[in-house]
């Protein structure tokens, strides 16, 4: 098996745009495609969480990772969301991925079910030894069975295909026994965090990179946190970091997930409808009060204006080390007009 380009920088769940009916807005998705590829992501990440995944069909999964792949064209590597609700399905979208020329798939641990270590262990075997394509085990304690730090190194020993592990628990001691455990036997293995309340840290302890939702959103803040710590340049790192958390918090905290998020990219620019999980009117009254606050954690960044009623002082994250170096610039004056031009400002 030729040696492949190991997984490392960010990868963007991505929000999978829905027109007035509901289907997948194919014209939308390609737009955000070329969007995030020019503003600096490394890699894209469709069929994550943040797009939902358990919400669509089987061949919405697939529609959706062949227009971004399409789009993409080869510019960024893709890792694809690839888990279905059994081993055949599962394998069947790994060899199908594989015939799009994506780079990677990511499998969840089993779901609904709560199983045992070694189901783990042989849930991800069985589709290793017949994958295609490399294969990243995406550990999500929250939603499916956790894949324990036994199971990882075993994987890892056992299966070449086996490449990397997403792990969205945000537990940085965990991160470390993972990286202590695996790196010195499989060097070439990736380690990838899915929570970007602690990108900055994990990147310092040995992370690859990340799968973080905010660059569906602030590729330009994303990206630039990369490598910014990558560079070590740790002062401007903190600071970016502490500032990332507040427009995360305000995304993930103040509406179900990934609502707030959805919000958020309408006020990119995009039209991503509306989602499939139907809102109780009391939700949709909170969505108007998220909006307001992302739009000011947004200004506070340059990549919008503030509301026409302005923004108190509390919108925007106060206590950040190195407060004063905040020289990120604005975006772009075409950017800003377009939000103006939609009426989203």
Known sequence: MPALQRLAGIFTPNIVPLDARGEINEPELRRYTDWLIDHGVHG????????????????????????????????????????????????????????????AVAIVSPFYYKLSPPAVYAYFKEIADNSPIDITLYNIPMFASPIDLPTIRRLSEECERVVAIKD??????????????????????????????????????????????????????????????MAYR????????????????????????????????????????????PLAESQRLDLAVVRDRLQCLLAD???????????PPSARPAGAPGGAARDLGRIVDTVVAELQRRGLT
């Open 234 to 277: 740790i002062d401007e790192a903190r600071d970016l970091q502490y500032r990332l958390l507040a427009l995360f918090d305000a995304m993930m905290y103040t509406a179900d997930f990934p609502e707030g998020f959805r919000a958020a990219l309408e006020l990119r620019g995009f039209q991503p409808g509306i989602g499939r999980q």
């Open 44 to 103: 894209l990440y469709p069929n994550g969480s943040t797009g939902e995944f358990t919400r669509f069909t089987p061949a919405e999964r697939r529609r959706t990772i062949a227009i971004m792949a399409d789009q993409a064209r080869g510019r960024v590597p893709i890792l694809a969301g690839a888990a279905e609700a059994n081993v055949r399905e599962t394998i069947a979208a790994c060899e199908y991925y594989h015939s799009l020329g994506v780079r």
């Open 301 to 311: 960044e340059g990549f919008t204006d503030e509301p026409l009623g302005g923004c």
């Open 168 to 229: 969205s628990s945000g537990d940085l001691p965990n991160m470390i026994r993972m990286i202590a455990a695996v790196r010195p036997n499989r060097p070439e293995f990736s380690f990838l965090t899915g929570w970007d309340a602690a990108l900055m840290p994990m990147l310092l302890i040995g992370c690859d990179g990340g799968t973080n939702a905010t660059s569906g959103i602030v590729p330009e803040i994303t990206r630039k946190l990369y490598d910014l710590t």
